[in-house]
């Protein structure tokens, strides 16, 4: 099995940074891709940014130039590094991935992995 953990939300003040992390455990032989999403209050969650094996990436509109999505294939964590962050983008961060883990002799491909979730507050 695999388990995502992520840490690094909080509480910061607009035009503030945070740098979220999301380690991924277990006996994993490969990470296919990662995304990080977000769900605030009466809101619908929503993709904020990904990136594939190839390490290609992509953003939603709203945090384009401000949120950069990296990867350390060696230590199999996910960052999202956030500048200049709004009081809009208050949410819970969440971290989802598709990996590839071994299970005894065999690999298994688990697409659909989400970790427990971040919260992040900016205020006014």
């Known amino acids: 099995q695999v388990q995502l953990v992520e840490s690094g939300g909080g509480l910061v003040q607009a035009g503030g940074s945070l740098r979220l992390s999301c380690a991924a455990s277990?006996?994993?032989?490969?990470?296919?891709?990662m995304d990080w999403y977000r769900q605030a209050p009466g809101k619908q969650r929503e993709l904020v940014a990904g990136?594939?094996?190839?390490?290609?990436?992509n953003y939603a509109d709203s945090v384009k130039g401000r949120f950069t999505i990296s990867r350390d294939n060696a230590k199999n964590t996910l960052y999202l590094q956030m500048n200049s962050l709004k009081p809009e983008d208050t949410a819970v961060y969440y971290c989802?991935?598709?990996?590839?883990?071994?299970?005894?002799?065999?690999?298994?491909?688990?697409?659909?992995?989400w970790g427990q979730g971040t919260q992040v507050t900016v205020s006014i």
């Open positions: 990136i594939n094996s190839g390490g290609s990436t």
């Open positions: 989802h991935g598709d990996l590839t883990y071994f299970s005894g002799l065999y690999a298994r491909r688990a697409n659909d992995c």
């Open positions: 277990g006996s994993i032989s490969s990470i296919n891709g």
